[in-house]
């Protein structure tokens, strides 16, 4: 069984400009939930979807959105980056929604110049 | 909101050694998940702990669940580098947001 893949595994943007990140997660996962990793505050909870709908939300303005496909496939958006959003983002996917056990991907290393 | 703490932040054993993380609770813990991330990497799941009083083992690593003092710990016995690392531990969910602790950077010296 394919673990959760997230593209780009690296990507470096200026500030001001808007960024995608992509995640397939674990065949007949439904629920995506994406998190932000940085040494200072740690992994943080932005978003969770299940069944294409945002079910649970993180204290994170509102240029972080998400969206999440009938094929489960989710992707996140930061728009107007700030140099602060340079972090690692991990999706992760499980069979329940809110808990349960979570499979995580490789994370993408975003930094903001 | 529910927070999670881990203690120690960072720890330096020398290999063979036998070693303890904590995480506790500022609120009722009904259960909790312990996570081992390579630097940089996503996150491997090590063990989930349900029941106050329960206890798990896989290899090396054992956790307890301590629902009075509303704390787990992660005990790793004859420690080895490829236990080197960052461990994290989550909450249930649920009714609360999903809660990391910040997590304890564990390195194995040779």
């Known amino acids: 069984k394919a673990g959760v893949t997230q593209t780009p595994r690296y990507l470096i943007k200026t500030r001001g400009q808007q960024v995608t990140l992509s995640c397939s997660p674990i065949?007949?996962?439904?629920?995506v939930s994406w998190y932000q990793q940085t040494p200072g505050q740690g992994l943080q909870f932005l978003f969770e979807?299940?069944?294409?709908?945002?079910?649970n939300k993180g204290n994170f303005p509102g240029r972080f959105s998400g969206r999440q496909f009938s094929n489960s496939r989710s992707e996140m958006n930061v728009s107007t980056l700030e140099l602060g959003d340079s972090a690692l983002y991990l999706c992760?996917?499980?069979?329940?929604?809110?808990?349960?056990?979570?499979?995580f991907g490789p994370g993408t290393r975003l930094t903001v110049t | 909101s529910q927070e999670l703490e881990q203690s120690p932040q960072s720890l330096i054993v020398q290999e063979g050694k036998n070693l303890t993380i904590n995480c506790t609770s500022s609120?009722?813990?009904?259960?909790l998940y312990w996570y081992k991330q390579k630097y940089g990497e996503g996150l491997i799941f090590l063990m989930m702990?349900?029941?106050?009083?329960e206890e798990k083992s896989h290899e090396k690593i054992t956790a307890k669940l301590d629902e009075k003092k509303q704390q787990s710990s992660l005990h790793i016995t004859a420690s080895q580098p490829s236990h080197a690392g960052i461990y994290l531990c989550?909450?249930?969910?649920?009714?609360?947001?999903?809660?990391f602790g910040k997590g304890t950077k564990l390195t194995v010296n040779p």
């Open positions: 992760a996917s499980s069979l329940l929604l809110a808990g349960g056990e979570q499979y």
């Open positions: 609120k009722t813990l009904y259960g």
């Open positions: 702990l349900q029941k106050g009083g």
């Open positions: 979807y299940f069944s294409e709908t945002q079910r």
């Open positions: 989550r909450s249930q969910g649920g009714s609360e947001k999903l809660v």
């Open positions: 065949s007949g996962h439904r629920s």
